[in-house]
């Protein structure tokens, strides 16, 4: 648990603050645009391609494919043993989010671009849940 | 209007010393190469009334100003990490073009491997400020250094184009051949596509040799307009083309992790310059890693998307081949202290100004210049010739 703490966490601001609060119940809650009839990630208080301010938040499926990935053999950050997965993925509804690809030997042959992926969800503190994401079945 | 022909490069250099250079900072480094270029130009400091630079705080320019005891009528310190130096070429083109300055400094240097263990605070870039989107939504997840984001934009080209790891390892060998005929670069032992498939893995798909080099570095062009180019004694290398160009900060944002904004700023250079891609006798581009170079070449139009793996095969941007490419030996062999840039530069003003010896490619006349900054987020383009 040491070692995790050391783990740069994120600090909510006002306009992903309601993404955070639905990682920690553990629901996967993301800006949506009426407008666009769209999702988009990564959160702000206004859709960045029609630039309206009227905005929603719409819970996904947690479903999605690894758009893409690497395999970091050396820690980028402090807290992270490597080899560990640096994962894109792509969410069912169309937004793509970084996460890390985990419930898998990370090594290069167990791991393909468009894999379907689901959310798993890791409770880091109180106040933080960090989105990672397991091959599906 | 057009920039075309409104100014010329007339001075650039590097600093005495490149690779490991313990003692220098990288303000002193920006001094050493601005002296060193302006002695290339023949034109002294009191005339320098437009400086451009970057990397040295948030007011380089006004920073360095101070440093060097200039008053600038045009100041800028346009920060697009290891592009920065060559969209500076564009800006202080501009500015001359516009009557705001007559003599453009731009400088850089920085201590990419001795300021790893220089004492005292060092200031954190703006990535990991934890107000940013790439603080929340990246960092913790341990995505951070530049190794870590370009490998995944390159593990996505593979699947989507069949880019392989030969593809890649074909460019890091070809570069180093190039570097073998450069007394001044970092790593001249020979290497082989083996030897890179057979290196450690940094982060996969990216061996060691897909990486660039870590290390110190300084360098400085000098820019001026057209009357003035003619007077100097040395050649002068106009601008014949310019463009920049971003599209995310971080890899988040890319709106297609295949792509670069070399499409765009190469696109506005060609245009403006009026030359076609057969026209250009040499090319140097931003090599971070093996990957920066190879998408590089095919956003900048040299061939069709996904096809710069095949196209560079066969050592084919090597020393003899027909598509001379980082001529210097690039990030990858020559030097690479943190932002390239400005090297990418002044090699391809010492390509035209025929200064190269035994690299030198033949009766080059036209070179293009593309560097990277960022997270592949932002580019500079230049076309350049000689009379």
């Known amino acids: 648990m040491a070692m995790e703490m050391q783990k740069p966490v994120p600090y909510p601001s006002p306009e992903t603050q309601p993404f955070w609060d639905g990682c920690k119940r ?53 807290g992270f043993t490597p080899p560990y997965v640096t994962a894109v993925v792509q969410l069912d509804e169309g937004p793509r989010m970084m996460t890390n690809l985990i419930g898998i030997d990370p090594m290069p042959e167990n791991i393909h671009c468009d894999m379907p992926v689901e959310v798993a969800w890791e409770d880091v503190n109180d106040e933080i849940t960090l989105p990672m994401f397991k091959p599906v079945g | 209007m057009t920039l075309k022909n409104k100014v010329a490069i007339v001075g650039a250099d590097e600093t005495d010393e490149i690779g490991i250079v313990p003692d220098m900072t990288p303000i002193m480094m920006h001094a050493q190469a601005a002296r060193n270029a302006l002695r290339d130009a023949g034109i002294d400091k009191s005339e320098v009334d437009g400086v451009f630079t970057c990397g040295i705080g948030g007011m380089a320019s006004t920073q360095l100003s101070e440093y060097l005891g200039i008053i ?154 057209a009357d003035r180019a003619r007077e100097m004694k040395k050649k002068p290398v106009w601008v014949l083309g310019s463009g920049e160009a971003s599209t995310h900060q971080s890899i988040l944002g890319m709106p297609d992790i295949t792509q670069t904004p070399a499409r765009y700023s190469g696109k506005a250079a060609f245009e403006m310059a009026g030359v076609t891609h057969k026209d250009i006798d040499v090319v140097e581009v931003y090599d971070s890693f093996t990957y920066t170079a190879l998408v590089t070449i095919e956003e900048l139009g040299f061939c069709a998307k996904g096809e710069a793996g095949p196209f560079l095969s066969n050592q084919r941007s090597a020393p003899g081949g027909d598509f001379p490419l980082n001529t210097n030996g690039g990030g990858l062999s020559y030097t690479h202290p943190g932002m390239y840039g400005m090297f990418i530069l002044i090699e391809a003003v010492r390509q035209l100004r025929n200064e190269c010896g035994e690299r030198q490619v033949k009766d080059a006349k036209l070179a293009l210049v593309n560097a990277t900054g960022g997270m592949l987020s932002a580019t500079g383009t230049l076309i350049l010739g000689v009379d």
């Open chain 2, 72 to 225: 600038p009528k045009y100041t800028d310190s346009t920060m697009t990490g290891g592009s920065s130096f060559v969209i500076h070429v564009e800006h202080a083109a501009a500015a001359i073009a516009a009557g705001l300055c007559s003599v453009a400094l731009i400088t850089h240097g920085e201590t990419g491997h001795s300021g790893r263990f220089r004492r005292g605070p060092r200031g954190m870039g703006g990535f990991f400020d934890s107000s940013m989107p790439a603080a929340q939504f990246e960092v913790p997840f341990g995505v951070g250094g530049a190794p870590s984001a370009y490998s995944m934009c390159a593990a996505r080209h593979m699947h989507q184009y069949g880019t392989t790891s030969e593809h890649l390892a074909e460019i890091a060998v070809a570069t180093r051949k190039w570097a073998q005929l450069n007394p001044r670069a970092f790593m001249r032992e020979p290497l082989s596509i083996d030897d890179v498939l057979a290196s450690r893995w940094v982060a996969y798909p990216f061996h060691i040799y897909d990486c660039c080099l870590v290390t110190d570095a300084g360098g400085a062009v000098v820019v001026v307009g």
């Open chain 1, 26 to 78: 553990h629901e996967l809650t993301l800006p949506y645009c009426p407008r666009c009839e769209a999702f988009f990630f990564y959160p702000r208080q206004f859709c960045p391609a029609c630039f309206s301010w009227e905005i929603e938040w719409r819970q996904c499926s947690g479903k999605g494919r690894l758009h893409t990935f690497a395999i970091q053999f050396r820690a980028q950050m402090p």
